[in-house]
């Protein structure tokens, strides 16, 4: 299996054999069920997995159908992840955290903090007006560049907003323990989100 889904746990650090401290990432990882076998790709098969069991009551009909027609209890959490074409799993399958060694490289994928409504100095890192000098505008955009042309603002100009809360990705991580009793990944460095937030985490 390529990958797996998490729940990040929150960041502590580690002391490395060469006696150096490294600030890592806890990473609940799986156990994950394999609910479906989808379509075959280039590399190999697709794998629908599940995390965390789900309340019933949280399950709408046909996702309950899901379940039941392959015999396994309501998840969470589902995402599909591919597979080498030398790996076989069957529905009900379980993913550990097994599937990685410590020293691979992985891609974490997860939900940023949402952080509200931002200006522009702190959304875009704007330096704003002067302080002095009779300036009445310290935090604002300014001139957006609308005149007779082109009437409108340009897409994508930086501007106030909702920030964060956006799906991030952060690569070339380093696995630096495995703790596979504990359902547990140590990551080298931060990961996008919040405690408790869901990971995906990918080789």
Not at 145 to 152: I, L, M, T
Request: a positive charge; aromatic letters at 6%.
């Amino acid at each position: 299996m390529q990958g797996i889904l998490g729940k990040k746990l929150g960041m502590t650090r580690i002391f490395v054999e060469e006696g150096k401290s490294v600030a890592v990432t806890v990473i609940e990882a799986g156990p994950c069920v394999v609910v479906q076998k989808k379509g075959e790709q280039s590399q190999g098969p697709v794998y629908q997995l599940g995390f965390i069991p789900a309340k019933p009551k949280s399950v709408n009909k046909p996702i309950q159908g899901h379940f039941s027609k392959k015999g396994i209890p309501p998840m969470a959490h589902l995402k599909e992840f591919p597979a080498s074409g030398d790996q076989a799993y069957q529905v009900g399958d379980e993913v550990r955290v097994d599937i990685f060694q410590i020293g691979d490289k992985v891609k974490v994928q997860g939900t940023s903090k949402g952080k509200g409504f931002a200006g522009v100095v702190k959304r875009w890192n704007f330096s704003g007006g002067k302080d002095t000098h009779g300036c009445t505008s310290h935090r604002v955009p300014g001139s957006i560049g609308s005149s007779a042309y082109p009437s409108r603002v340009i897409k994508g100009k930086k501007l106030p907003g909702h920030m964060g809360n956006h799906r991030v990705s952060t690569l070339h991580l380093s696995i630096v323990d495995i703790r596979p009793e504990s359902n547990l990944l140590l990551v080298k460095g931060a990961v996008p989100g919040s405690r408790n937030n869901l990971l995906a985490i990918y080789k």
